[in-house]
């Protein structure tokens, strides 16, 4: 068996007391893009999203709705999934938090950490609201002049807890942060980690015992569920173990089928999740993991958010970009139109995202409908004009020298238009789509999946440049009465469908069906399984062939017009 590199990417489990929106959709949609490019460079894959299930608020949704809480939780997974299929995700697995795989699972992590000391029954004690059920810290209830909510007095209420040692794991995680610098992404992420983490580490509650529905800790009579469940958090981070069977095999428990193999994935090479849930993920989970004798994740990202229209998004506003106004978008641009504009212009890195109808045509007209899809079909229509729809010869040195110093015996003349911007310009295809490949493969090494995309759509504008400079219509009125201009005109076409195929496979991540549709247009589709390096070399083994036919085929992108309104739910 040949031993490839594993890569887990995880998302972070929704809850399902709300309805997906754009945020969910999107941190799908980034990890499936990533986990496509990955597949692409060869990496054994295994992708993870899913839903989380348990906790108060559930409980408190469940009964304003007249349903058992396995009922709500039931219904809106459902709705999740369905969401993950809308936005085209190729998740390898959908983890529900109420599967007994995990639940079992987090009994046995618990229990560990019990008989480790690692976890502690403690007192707490506090501030209690008895009309709202819960806690409220010593500086909040001093504002309310010790009353709740409904008006009656805050209670002084103590109660037996589970802690988390957390503070115990302080230096380890300071000096594990110290020496991965790169484990909280991006950068302004982990300082505020770092800072955080400055101001000393507290135990941490684990379990509750006013609401019950959770994962019961089994420290009754003979290893019987007792009254404490285990807090969500703790529960829900879990489950990127759980998933693939790490925890089983901790416990010597053979885990059956698949989830045995699948632990081999652990540890994940990068959990995806947003910005507000940094603390628990880049602080809380290792030490976790540490207390566990497991082995820590490579990599934490954590993105912005979105907001919409210019403001942000909340259910005051009612201003969510929900599933409806997602698949008007999708029926009006195409799901790959969609998918482009999230992973393109979303707030990946350190800042806010602003979705904009307005923004969103601009991209879609300039990257799409006049980019890859207008390049592809100038390409495609030349080589049907020219060449009968086939795919020119190959030239033997796919090196193009433009400008006042290039060697005369194989400049091409420059349109005099062209002339300034193309001074000393050389296209030497071979070199020059090895460094976009090349480039977009070490972006994508560090997360930064938008400019590993837009390596693709830099490359068809380089070939939009080389089509402008080289003139091919004009070169082909002149094929007649010369020869030698139609081998030219050869090189030129071949040269540039060869480069499109390149680009589209740098953009397939993003737009799957899209770059599948021109695959087979082109009969140029990848041979699953060899790595993009491979697959990506021009005039190489998986190269366009000569003679093979490109049909015309349908345009991928139709222009879109800004005067036209958003797209909205019918
Ligand atoms: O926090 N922009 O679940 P959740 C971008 N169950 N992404 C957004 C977003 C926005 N405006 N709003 C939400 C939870 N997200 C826990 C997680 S993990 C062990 C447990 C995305 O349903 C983003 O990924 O509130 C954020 O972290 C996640 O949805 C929160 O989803």
């Known amino acids: 068996m040949t031993h490839t590199h594993t890569y887990y990417i995880t998302t972070p489990i929704y809850y399902v007391n709300d309805k997906p929106h754009i945020g969910h959709c999107y941190t799908t949609t980034v990890a499936d893009a990533i986990a496509r490019f990955q597949r692409l460079a060869g990496r054994d894959v295994y992708f993870l999203t899913g839903t989380d299930e348990h906790g108060q608020k559930v409980e408190k949704s469940a009964a304003a709705a007249g349903v058992t809480p396995q009922q709500l939780a039931d219904e809106n997974a459902a709705v999740f999934q369905q969401a993950m299929t809308l936005i085209g995700a190729s998740n390898d697995d959908f983890i529900r938090t109420t599967q007994p795989r995990h639940e079992k699972q987090v009994q046995a992590a618990v229990a560990r950490l019990i008989a480790s000391g690692d976890i502690y029954l403690g007192t707490f004690e506090g501030w209690y609201d008895e009309g709202q059920e819960e806690y ?14 409904n008006g009656k007095p ?15 794991w302080q230096p380890e995680l300071e000096k594990f942060l110290a020496a991965n610098p790169h484990f909280v992404k991006p950068a302004a992420r982990m300082n505020e980690v770092l800072g955080r983490l400055r101001e000393g580490l507290q135990d941490v509650p684990i379990s509750r015992t006013n609401f019950s529905w959770g994962i019961p800790i089994l420290d009754g009579p003979g290893g019987t569920p007792g009254k404490h469940v285990i807090y969500v958090w703790i529960d829900a981070l879990l489950n990127y173990t759980t998933a693939i069977g790490v925890i089983d ?16 994935y652990w540890p994940a090479d990068v959990h995806l999740i947003g910005k507000e849930i940094l603390w628990f993920h880049a602080v809380i989970w290792p030490a976790l993991l540490m207390a566990l004798g497991l082995e820590t994740p490579r990599c934490v990202y954590a993105h912005s958010f979105w907001i919409s229209e210019g403001q942000k998004m909340s259910k005051t506003l009612g201003n969510f970009i929900d599933l409806a106004t997602l698949r008007a978008y999708i029926d009006r641009f ?13 707030p990946l890195r350190e800042t806010d995202a602003d979705f904009s109808y307005a923004k969103f045509v601009e991209v879609y007209n300039a990257d799409l409908a006049n980019g890859i899809g207008n390049c592809a079909s100038r390409v495609g229509n030349m080589i049907e004009k020219y060449f009968d729809g086939k795919v020119p010869p190959a030239p033997a040195d796919p090196v193009f020298h433009f400008g006042p110093s290039s060697p005369p015996q194989t400049a091409i003349q420059t349109q005099p238009q062209d002339v300034a911007s193309a001074l000393e310009s050389v296209f030497d295809w071979p070199r020059d789509t090895h460094e976009f490949v090349h480039k977009s493969e070490k972006q994508l090494r560090s997360i930064d999946l938008t ?35 139609r081998d030219q005109l050869a090189a030129i076409l071949y040269s540039c469908a060869e480069a499109v195929r390149i680009a589209s496979l740098l953009l397939s991540p993003a737009m799957p069906t899209k770059m599948a549709q021109l695959w087979k247009t082109w009969n140029c589709q990848p041979t699953p399984g060899v790595p993009l390096h491979e697959l990506a070399r021009f005039g190489g083994k998986h190269a366009l062939q000569p003679g093979s036919p490109i049909a015309k085929g349908e345009p991928l992108f139709m222009r879109a017009d800004a005067k036209e309104p958003a797209p909205k739910p019918a």
Request: charged share 20%; glycine share 10%.
């Open 136 to 149: 409220v810290t010593e500086n909040a209830a001093r504002e309310k002049n010790y009353t709740a909510f």
């Open 154 to 168: 805050l209670v002084r209420a103590k109660e037996d807890n589970y802690y988390f040692r957390l503070s115990k």
């Open 249 to 264: 095999g901790l416990a010597g428990t053979a885990p059956s089928g698949s989830q045995g193999r699948n632990a081999r």
């Open 334 to 346: 195409g799901l790959d139109a969609l998918r482009w504009y999230l992973l393109t212009q979303g």
């Open 451 to 485: 400019g590993a995309l837009l390596e693709g759509i830099a490359l068809v504008g380089r070939v939009d440049a080389f089509i402008n400079l080289t003139a091919p219509f004009k070169l082909a009125k002149t094929i007649d009465a010369n020869p030698a201009a």
